[in-house]
Structures are given as structure tokens and as C-alpha cells.
């Protein structure tokens, strides 16, 4: 058991304490309080460090703009997608499980408790614990915060204000990457953005100067932002803010390699030397891969599906690249993002999509993992996204661009 919250959470307290003007002790009664009602935290310092630290950075973000009233507020980033995460988690899934696990155990105490309520139609109502609600019966639909277990009908329960009102049993968010720094900046490094709602339905374009909107952390060292429901509708695709001589360095094919403006970028025989050096170590032990950028020229190619029973599609793709005198390296692509990307085609200088070959020069981005193989410790990267660079690229069935527009001195 903890003494005492971790340094991370003191610290955000004491800033959420200051911008809302009250004591940290009562910021911290809050913080517990709020633990409570959303995720059926009893006892905080019994909790693990890991976890206290994202509910803080919750808490903080969440409570200060649900007391404004009003959207929270975002500021301006610009850089560029460069890949995603394959589905979405369920931020819930804790709280839920927790629930139902007191509700098999003890159905009274999780009612009573307000964890748990149960759900029955009557006069055209749903009703909760006996209680009707304002929402009707609709046929065979369940309302929106209903979920069927054994023979009945159950809802997740959030106490505000005093009243047990349900809620979602699932709350579902998912990453993209981002490539970029705050407008205007110029510490670029790689972001996870948090996106909710809509915006997670929505597609993104990688690999091209983007502006968008974001909610920035409240503590420096954290890698995350977070975003607004309408995230999707206020992203912009454009470089208007490079000046003129400046975009021609931001293409894809020179940001992601250059070392000069970001650290992500890793040589593909620095791999195995790179992962302890940026692995990431949770407060409670747990070790991160890391994501870093990478190049190579494409050594395998295997556009043949293979069965993976841990692919949610059931199948995975592989190609391996590299670089003179460095041992091939093994990049994994998973079958959703296979499909949604296109990763064996490139864009040619007139936008049209083409089969790429192999000895054709690829970045990845990707997660950095080793495994070990014959008494060694061998990298492999599973792709969050994979770009060719068209001028490059080894056209299937060729041996290059072979059109007269490469002697024009196109800009790329």
C-alpha cells in the first residue's frame, strides 16, 4: 500500500489546486471522490501507481472543464499523421469488470452500492431498481445505457450530485501518431492523440503537413493529447504555416529521416542498442516498447496473408528491410492495417497508387520489439505506418520511375 499519491499526481493536484483556488487537501478529496463515482475506486493509495497517474491527468482535465461549462479548450498543433492504432479501447473496461464481478459476488451489495442497477419495463418506461426512468420502451431496443447478462437487463451506475443516474457501460477512445510540435514551435517529437466519439470513425491522412486541435497535457514529460468529439472536423491539411522555404524540407520523405528536427528517428543498425535506451518503464515496473521511425530497403516481401490467432482479423502480413552490412529486420503489418492502408502500394508523382518491389527504400513507424533467437536478441518493429517515398520507389515489374518527369527537377 502507498503511502502517499505518486510525485506525478501530487504535482498535478497542486496545479488543479491553484487554478481552482482551493486548498490541495480539498483538491485531493475531490480527486478521491471523483475515483469513486467514475471508476469505484475505494481506496486510492491501495490503487497502482500506473493508473493513479492517468486518472489524475483525467480528473484534471475532465473536472476543470465541466465546471466552465463549455468545450474544452484547444490549442494548435501542426506536423504530420504518420499512423494508428488498429482499434479502439474501452476506457470503461475496468470499471465494468469490477462491477460485475461485485455483482456476481454480492447482487445487494452492488445495487446497494450503487454499482450495479437492474432494468425492467413497465407502462411503456424503462425502470431502474423499481424506479421509472424518462426513457420509454422502444420495441426490442434496449435504452443506450443497458446491457443484457443471464436473463435480465443491467446499467452501469455514476453517482453525481447526490442521484445514481446510469451510464454507458463502455467508453471507447483511440490513438493515432502525430509527428509535430505546437504552432509556431520547433520541438517536434511524436504524440499520441486520444480521440473519442466520432473523430475515431473518421480517416486521417498521413504523411502530409497538417494543422489540428488539441487539449495539451497538464504536466511537461507526457506524451499524449488529448481531443475534442469534433477533432476530425476542425483538422486542417495544409502547409500554409511553413514559410515558403521550409516546406520542402517538412516532406515526408526528409522530416521523418531528419535527426536534426526530432530524435524519433532511429538507424535500422541502431535498433537493438535503441530499445533500452527509450523503452518506457511505468511506475509500477511494467516495461513499454517504444515507437520510433526507421528506414530500410525492402529485402522480403510477403503480400500472402498468414494465420495469426492473435490478429483480430485472423491474419497478418510481413516484409523485411535493410541496410548494407545490417541484418534484415522483420516488420509486422497487421491485417486491418493492411487493408486500410495499402501498404504494398505507394502514390506515384501523379497520385496514382502502385505496386512497390523489392530493393525499394521504406519508413516505418512502428512499435520497436526484441525477441530473443539463438542465444541473441534480435529487433523486429510491428508497423504503425509504413511510406514510401515514390522517387524511390521500385515499381512491380520495373526497375524505377522511368517516365521523363524525373529529369524535370520536380520538387518532392
Known amino acids: 500500500m502507498n503511502e502517499k499519491y505518486p510525485e506525478d499526481v501530487i504535482e498535478r493536484l497542486d496545479g488543479y489546486a491553484t487554478k481552482m483556488g482551493i486548498p490541495v487537501g480539498e483538491a485531493a478529496n475531490q480527486f478521491g471522490a471523483w475515483l469513486k463515482t467514475e471508476f469505484l475506486v475505494e481506496s486510492p493509495l491501495k490503487e497502482d501507481p500506473f493508473y493513479l497517474s492517468q486518472w489524475s491527468e483525467q480528473f484534471v482535465i475532465e473536472t476543470r472543464n465541466a465546471s466552465s461549462g463549455r468545450q474544452r479548450d484547444t490549442v494548435k498543433y501542426t506536423g504530420m499523421f504518420v499512423g494508428a492504432e488498429d482499434e479502439p479501447r474501452d476506457n470503461r473496461k475496468g470499471m465494468f469488470d469490477k462491477a460485475m464481478t461485485m455483482f456476481r459476488n454480492n447482487r445487494d451489495t452492488a445495487i446497494d452500492g450503487g454499482h450495479v442497477g437492474i432494468l425492467t419495463a413497465k407502462e411503456g418506461k424503462w425502470c431502474l431498481n423499481g424506479e421509472p426512468t424518462e426513457e420509454r420502451v422502444n420495441g426490442s431496443d434496449l435504452p443506450w445505457f443497458a446491457f443484457e447478462h443471464d436473463d435480465m437487463i443491467l446499467c452501469l451506475l455514476n453517482t453525481r450530485d447526490g442521484k445514481r443516474l446510469p451510464i454507458a457501460p463502455t467508453s471507447f477512445s483511440k490513438a493515432v501518431y502525430f509527428l509535430g510540435s505546437r504552432e509556431g514551435g520547433s520541438d517536434i517529437q511524436m504524440w499520441k492523440l486520444s480521440l473519442q466519439g ?42 500554409e504555416w511553413l514559410p515558403e522555404n521550409l516546406r520542402k524540407a517538412f516532406s515526408a520523405e526528409r522530416l ?29 515496473g511494467m516495461t513499454l516498447n517504444p515507437i520510433v521511425v526507421t528506414s530500410g530497403l525492402v529485402t522480403f516481401l510477403n503480400k500472402e496473408p498468414m494465420d495469426s490467432e492473435y490478429d483480430p482479423t485472423g491474419r497478418s502480413y510481413r516484409l523485411n528491410v535493410y541496410r548494407q552490412g545490417v541484418e534484415p529486420v522483420t516488420v509486422w503489418v497487421s491485417g486491418t492495417m493492411h487493408d486500410r492502408d495499402n501498404v504494398f502500394e ?31 536478441m534480435q529487433p523486429s518493429i510491428s508497423a504503425l505506418g509504413i511510406f514510401i517515398p515514390h522517387r524511390t520507389a521500385r515499381p512491380s515489374g520495373g526497375s524505377g520511375d522511368t517516365s521523363l518527369s524525373q529529369f524535370k527537377g520536380e520538387s518532392v
Not at 257 to 279: C, F, I, S, W
Open 346 to 376: 505507394y502514390n506515384d508523382a501523379n497520385g496514382n497508387l502502385r505496386s512497390y518491389n523489392e530493393k525499394t527504400n521504406a519508413i516505418i513507424v512502428g512499435r520497436l520489439k526484441l525477441r530473443p533467437y539463438k542465444n541473441e
Open 256 to 284: 521523418l529521416v531528419n535527426t536534426q528536427m526530432h530524435n524519433q528517428y532511429v538507424n535500422l543498425g541502431d535498433l537493438l542498442e535503441a530499445h533500452p535506451e527509450r523503452k518506457i518503464t511505468t511506475n509500477n
Open 198 to 239: 466520432k473523430a475515431m470513425e473518421a480517416n486521417y491522412t498521413n504523411w502530409s503537413a497538417s494543422r489540428i486541435s488539441v487539449i495539451e497535457p497538464t504536466k511537461k514529460g507526457q506524451d499524449i493529447l488529448y481531443t475534442n468529439n469534433n477533432f476530425h472536423e476542425t483538422t486542417e491539411y495544409t502547409d
